[in-house]
T-cell receptor, first 110, second 113 residues
Framework: SQELEQSPQSLIVQEGKNLTINCTSS?????LYWYKQKYGEGLIFLMM?????EEKSHEKITAKLDEKKQQSSLHITASQPSHAGIYLC??????????FGTGTSLTVIP | DGGITQSPKYLFRKEGQNVTLSCEQN?????MYWYRQDPGQGLRLIYY???????QKGDIAEGYSVSREKKESFPLTVTSAQKNPTAFYLC????????????FGPGTRLTVL
């Protein structure tokens, strides 16, 4: 089973609409990272969250980490075609490696 | 021009052959990682290295081998023992081991014919 569950697996939205992607862990997260990947390319770092209740924004993308540090959400306001791609959450595996969710594929229809 | 380079971008291999994927970085990062990405499965860790001349197996190391002779380089060899090697391979680096993001290369798509 995946240590990080993302939902939904895929999302198709009309340009201008808002959307939310969720990332859930069964264990406490010590560092939660959001990445974006364009198809066939490497991952681009978006944001990192560490503290319970933390919220960060960059342009039209906002990420939050819940108080229990087991769930994070990524919210995109007024989506644009440039937001299309795969969004992945990742986390530090304490004292060990880094691991990732399965990803959410986002399509934005102009 | 700083960053991570992976070569080649596309690689084709005949079944039964070994092939080596290159990963080079000039970010002066200590840690380097190799991931495999398959549709619907996210990224899975193959091998990682925190310092030169040392590396550890990840979740799916069988059929792969690595070396870390230089800080800048972490090549991955896909051997003929890997049952299903066709995938997208990503190399990443990390500045310090705790609470820092990983930086990714552009990836290599390996196709076994």
């Amino acid at each position: 089973s995946q240590e990080l569950e993302q939902s939904p697996q895929s999302l198709i939205v009309q340009e201008g609409k808002n959307l939310t992607i969720n990332c859930t862990s069964s264990k406490t997260l010590y560092g939660l990272y959001w990445y974006k990947q364009k198809y066939g390319e490497g991952l681009i770092f978006l944001m990192m969250l560490q503290k319970g209740g933390e919220e960060k924004s960059h342009e039209k993308i906002t990420a939050k980490l819940d108080e229990k540090k087991q769930q994070s959400s990524l919210h995109i306001t007024a989506s644009q075609p440039s937001h299309a791609g795969i969004y992945l959450c990742g986390a530090d595996r304490r004292g060990n490696q880094f691991y990732f969710g399965t990803g959410t594929s986002l399509t934005v229809i102009p | 021009d700083g960053g991570i380079t992976q070569s080649p971008k596309y690689l084709f291999r005949k079944e039964g052959q070994n092939v080596t994927l290159s990963c080079e970085q000039n970010l002066n990062h200590d840690a380097m990682y190799w991931y495999r990405q398959d549709p619907g499965q996210g990224l899975r860790l193959i091998y990682y290295s925190q310092i030169v001349n040392d590396f550890q197996k990840g979740d799916i190391a069988e059929g792969y081998s690595v070396s870390r002779e230089k800080k800048e380089s972490f090549p991955l060899t896909v051997t003929s023992a890997q049952k299903n090697p066709t995938a997208f391979y990503l190399c990443a680096t990390q500045d310090s081991y705790v609470a820092n993001e990983q930086f990714f290369g552009p990836g290599t798509r390996l196709t076994v014919l």
